[in-house]
């Protein structure tokens, strides 16, 4: 398994919640010890989410521990008991289990103090029998694993993960026509790498995600299904609205029509 370069990790904003040695503490009074790891990173990094992986705070590991104890891992071993099937996972450590990080579609990432040193990985799916525990040599030290609805369990990619704090963000749309000479996606992505000046950027046939780590924000482009028009997602902190209205005004110039996006 490959190493987690920390300092690959590109930060979208400079702001972040860091962690402090008496939210620590707390957690190990409330919950039980976490990986050594963990600490060091939330104290480096703050709290939020690894590309696709939820770091969690001391509010938040409080909440899922419970969860985590009584419900899934609960039903984890009653489905092992059911089956006559050999629990990975001691009774001991599902009775102590102490999530870290989790993901929206069901992986939670978990340590025990009543195993020291061993970490663990489950994702919940539709099917416990193809939901087994993984003991991980893993957590903030080596990449995590996860894996997409019943798809094969990977490694966090890519090379250079994303660190997204959790912190309040706005959130705008714009539907971008042409009205000028920039008809074709690469033309308005030059246009919009040209302006932006992204200190990082992950670009492809189909659209564009730009990060601009001065402003703490992201921007999405892509070309909308079936038209001409362009769709710009523009994710930021509130103190930058001004900014971005003003940078979304100079993409559009006097080249395109720009007007909400609406979801169909």
Not at 168 to 195: A, V, W
Request: charged fraction near 25%; include cysteine; proline fraction near 6%.
């Amino acid at each position: 398994m490959n190493r987690l370069d920390w300092d690959l990790i590109y930060r979208v904003s400079q702001h972040s919640r860091i962690a402090t040695d008496a939210e620590i503490d707390e957690i190990k009074r409330s919950c039980g010890e976490l990986p050594q790891d963990y600490a060091l990173f939330v104290k480096e990094f703050g709290y939020g989410s690894l590309d696709d992986i939820d770091v969690l705070n001391p509010e938040a590991i409080t909440e899922q521990t419970p969860y985590l104890r009584k419900q899934v891992l609960a039903e984890w071993l009653s489905f092992c008991d059911s089956f006559d099937e050999s629990a990975i996972i001691p009774s001991s450590s599902s009775q102590d289990a102490i999530p870290f990080a989790k993901t929206a579609w069901g992986d939670y990432y978990f340590s025990s103090p009543s195993q020291p040193g061993t970490l663990w990985h489950i994702w919940r799916s539709h099917d416990w029998a193809d939901s087994s525990p993984t003991q991980i040599p893993l957590g903030f030290g080596n990449l995590f694993l996860h894996r997409f609805g019943d798809g094969s369990i990977e490694e966090l990619g890519p090379s250079s993960p994303v660190f997204r704090p959790a912190v309040d963000t706005n959130m705008q749309q714009r539907l971008l026509s042409p009205i000028g000479s920039i008809h074709t996606l690469k033309e308005f992505l030059d246009r919009c790498e040209e302006l932006i000046q992204p200190s990082r950027m992950d670009r492809d046939e189909y659209g564009a995600l730009m990060f601009a780590v001065d402003l703490g924000a992201e921007f999405r482009f892509g070309k909308r299904k079936a038209s001409d028009a362009f769709v710009v997602t523009s994710i930021y902190p509130p103190e930058q609205e001004v900014a971005i209205s003003r940078m979304i005004s100079t993409i559009v110039g006097s080249e395109f029509k720009s007007q909400p996006f609406k979801q169909e």
